[in-house]
């Protein structure tokens, strides 16, 4: 490929932060190469770090057996062979040398995906045996898209768990919105269960709850299936799976009810066949209150780990509304740890940023405080000066830790990082509110800041008390451009940044604010 489209290539790939998937992003990488390597398909192997093997997150035009095949050469180990070597690497078809005792046109080429160092994937890709494909500036130019993809793929990655996090946020902020919307804990049971229907996609469901005078299973609430479909005689109960995750205390997959021995006799159920069912108990420190049944998957054959997970974030939420106890604390605890669980991924990608997010909350509650403003405002400012900089995930490390000037496109790539923070967090209904803090906390007070170039009071409120407080802690920071500056030096910044850069009365509150916290010790950077 000549240097000039791969430049272009390479300019393509690194603006692919917002492709929809790892399937999008892969098949926009490959297109250039469609005509030199006229490729049969591919699939694309994603290394999970936890389980330390690889998993199947795309397949385009590849047969089952072509697939079974690329399974066996990861279990021979080739994969990790040529992840070693680090460069594409050209394996003849095995299916095809056996049946027809020679090299054939069949050929898997599988590309490595390393980032950093570390081992990312790989693509397996079907193609004919080809001049190009034994063609060295071919495999040049492929061993260095290799690497822009995987850092592609690993930001990707990454944004999904970002984004993964947030869906539990949501659930959770759903789940204490009904649990505090009623003392009734039926009413409130029946609202838990319908969420946990919709996230959970299931045809019906049933909570039952532990009688403590006879410490026997009840049925309590039921959605999508009458609750006598459930049995009331505890012998029933005892003998099925209900019977087990309440003894146990864990939770159960049942892939098909039916055919299991262990239950299908049981009786737990009265005229009422479910297929594939998901059981969680409801686990106090005394022990299990109660049992979480969801029955018939939609829309897949059967119940997944990451429905477990979704379950049993509902059924912990349902544990609250029936001890009534640490109700609002705890779930917004719940709520402020995963928030600040965000804050660490942004640490991950910026080292000298480590600590950043937690510090400018904390300058931006003092000066709230000064403000007088409302709880609910302070509540808002508090998780999106945590969240300020979350956008920054979607950013290239390279950019971030850049020790000298950027160019105008790296520059570019750092303004959009507001924006795509708000993209982030915009499904979170609790942080509505806070949506606006992120998009804006790069706004100037005289109108030449960004994303939308907002001037004086027009810029939020809060946007502007995280202006001031995210720049105090810039430059009290060391950043891999210059050392930090001293405390007298930085307010010395902030008073001549004061209109025109900030807004002068928070400016003239923040400055007492950092002030006294000086006085009370060092202000710590960690």
Same mark, same amino acid.
Do not use: W
């Given at each position: 490929m000549p240097p000039d489209k791969l430049k272009d290539l390479q300019t393509f790939l690194e603006s692919l932060t917002h492709a929809e998937g790892i399937g999008n992003l892969v098949e926009?990488?490959?297109?250039?190469?469609k005509s030199s390597l006229n490729y049969r398909g591919y699939l694309v192997l994603v290394l999970d770090e936890e389980e330390d093997q690889f998993s199947l997150r795309y397949v385009r035009n590849l047969s089952r057996s072509s697939q079974k095949t690329v399974f066996n050469l990861i279990d021979e180990g080739i994969i990790d062979w040529s992840l070693e070597r680090g460069e594409p690497t050209i394996i003849p078809?095995?299916?095809r040398i056996e049946q027809l005792g020679h090299l054939t046109e069949d050929n898997f080429l599988i590309i490595p995906l390393i980032a950093g160092g570390e081992r990312v994937g790989a693509i397996v890709v079907l193609c004919p045996l080809s001049d190009n494909l034994m063609n060295n500036q071919v495999l040049k130019s492929l061993s260095i898209l290799s690497h822009i993809l995987a850092t592609a793929i690993e930001n990707f990655k990454l944004r999904s768990n970002v984004q993964r996090k947030i869906e539990k946020l949501s659930t959770l902020i759903k789940a204490s919105t009904i649990i505090s919307s009623s003392l009734i804990l039926d009413d409130v049971l029946s609202s838990l269960l319908k969420l946990t229907l919709k996230e959970v996609t299931s045809e019906y469901g049933f909570?039952?709850?532990?009688?403590?005078?006879?410490?026997?299973?009840?049925?309590?609430?039921? =959605?999508?299936? /009458?609750?006598?479909? %459930?049995?009331?005689?505890?012998?029933?109960?005892?003998?099925?799976? @209900? $019977?087990? *995750?309440?003894?146990?205390?864990?939770?159960?997959?049942?892939?098909?009810?039916?055919k299991d021995p262990r239950f299908c006799a049981s009786g737990e159920f009265v005229g009422l066949a479910p297929r594939t069912l998901l059981l969680v108990p409801l686990k106090t420190k005394k022990g299990v209150s109660g049992v979480l049944v969801l029955c018939n998957a939609r829309d897949k054959p059967?119940?997944?780990?990451?429905?477990?997970?979704?379950?049993?974030?509902?059924?912990?939420?349902?544990?609250v509304a029936i001890e009534k106890s640490y109700l609002y604390e705890d779930l917004r605890q719940s709520f402020?740890?995963?928030?600040?669980?965000?804050?660490?991924?942004?640490?991950?990608?910026?080292?000298?940023?480590?600590?950043?997010?937690?510090?400018?909350?904390r300058?931006?509650?003092?000066?709230?405080?000064? =403000?007088?403003? /409302?709880?609910?405002? %302070?509540?808002?400012?508090?998780?999106?000066?945590?969240?300020?900089? @979350? $956008?920054? *995930?979607?950013?290239?490390?390279?950019?971030?830790?850049?020790?000298?000037?950027?160019?105008?496109?790296?520059?570019?790539?750092?303004?959009?990082?507001?924006?795509m923070g708000e993209d982030v967090i915009r499904h979170i209904k609790f942080l509505e509110e806070g949506l606006q803090i992120?998009?804006?906390?790069?706004?100037?007070?005289?109108?030449?800041?960004?994303p939308n170039g907002l001037k004086g009071k027009d810029i939020p409120l809060l946007a502007r008390i995280i202006a001031v407080a995210d720049a105090f802690d810039a430059m009290t920071s060391d950043r891999p451009y210059r050392k930090a500056f001293s405390f007298q030096k930085t307010i010395e910044e902030l008073k001549k940044g004061a209109g025109t850069q900030f807004d002068p009365e928070i400016v003239k509150l923040a400055i007492a604010v950092f002030k006294e916290m000086r006085k009370q010790g060092p202000i710590l950077h960690w």
């Open positions: 926009q990488a490959l297109k250039p190469f078809h095995p299916q909570l039952l709850l532990m009688d403590r005078e006879n410490e026997q299973l009840l049925p309590k609430a039921s =959605l999508g299936a /009458s609750l006598s479909k %459930i049995s009331n005689d505890p012998k029933s109960l005892s003998k099925g799976a @209900i $019977g087990l *995750v309440a003894k146990s205390g864990k939770p159960l997959i049942i892939d098909d009810y039916e059967f119940y997944t780990n990451d429905n477990l997970r979704t379950a049993l974030t509902l059924a912990n939420s349902a544990v402020l740890d995963t928030v600040i669980a965000l804050t660490t991924l942004i640490d991950m990608k910026d080292r000298y940023t480590r600590g950043h997010s937690v510090r400018v909350t300058y931006c509650l003092q000066i709230a405080r000064k =403000l007088n403003l /409302s709880r609910r405002e %302070i509540e808002i400012l508090k998780f999106g000066a945590l969240l300020h900089d @979350i $956008g920054k *995930v979607g950013v290239d490390e390279s950019i971030l830790h850049k020790p000298s000037k950027l160019t105008d496109e790296e520059y570019k790539a750092i303004k959009r990082h507001p924006e992120i998009r804006h906390h790069h706004e100037r007070y005289d109108g030449k800041g960004y």
